[in-house]
DNA sequence: TTTTAATGTAATAAAAATTGTTACATTAAA
DNA sequence: TTTAATGTAACAATTTTTATTACATTAAAA
């Protein structure tokens, strides 16, 4: 994650759970974190996608909370927002004539995933009310 | 992390560990991760700033492992390899006058330390002997 | 019915991060 | 003296990330 994707997403999150009552757009959103607002819409997509978000168009549309705050699990939002393992990512092509490179990537593998097996169980200790009652 | 380093300097560490009686050169490194051989030498300079390892100059010169694999703690490695928090990067400049945009940040700071603190500690219980052990 | 203001999304551009390459000074063994 | 290695700077290429433009679609309000 060399990207502010989760951070972009959980601002997101946390103006519609601290307005909850009222449809926001993402052109005001996006004023709120200093980014274009076509980077709100696409984001709110994949929080749609996930179930927590329900967006509606036409003159006083916008976006609110389909699910209460104490249901998104940050863990969960990490899932969905991320696009590479933690560690990074892996040589491909190591060199299979060499006892080192045609095994590390199956050693690799296990030290990647446990690792992100770690994350997502300490994130989802965590939902978005909780985040948000910090505020 | 959305780069190679991590796997680039453990796969270095393994051949420096599976073939510890010998100076290994960068070249021949290389040609096992399939990278280029200066990107090796760069790296090697991380692990010499740690103390793990020692490289000499000149004809038959080459690098090798300066304390055991069991020394070397894959957290410890982690630190030094990394560029940026495992949640990925914030949004500088969000909007102040925002009471989400003024304290977000400060509220994703601890989360994004806690999740860092977790992941470095899960990975201090392997060492690199641990790791190449299982080759 | 028309105007207004929102989403959704594709296409493209710009910026930033990552990786690769070239060149060469330095070093030290053969 | 030759050979073969590291160290490193400078630069190029590639990939990833972020921003922007454009516009079709939608729906409330005037």
Known sequence: MNNTRFATALHILSLLSKYSTEWLSSDWMASSINVNPVIVRKELGVLQENGWVVSRKGKEGGSRLQVKGSE????????????????????????????????????????????????????????????????
């Open 72 to 135: 998104i699990r940050l863990g969960d939002l990490y899932q969905a927002i991320r696009n590479s393992d933690i560690l990074g990512k892996k040589n491909m092509n190591t060199n299979p004539k060499c006892p080192v490179g045609k095994e590390i990537n199956n050693r690799l593998d296990s030290l990647y995933s446990e690792t992100d097996r770690i994350v997502l169980a300490s994130l989802n200790e965590q939902t978005l009310e909780n985040f948000v009652d910090q505020f």
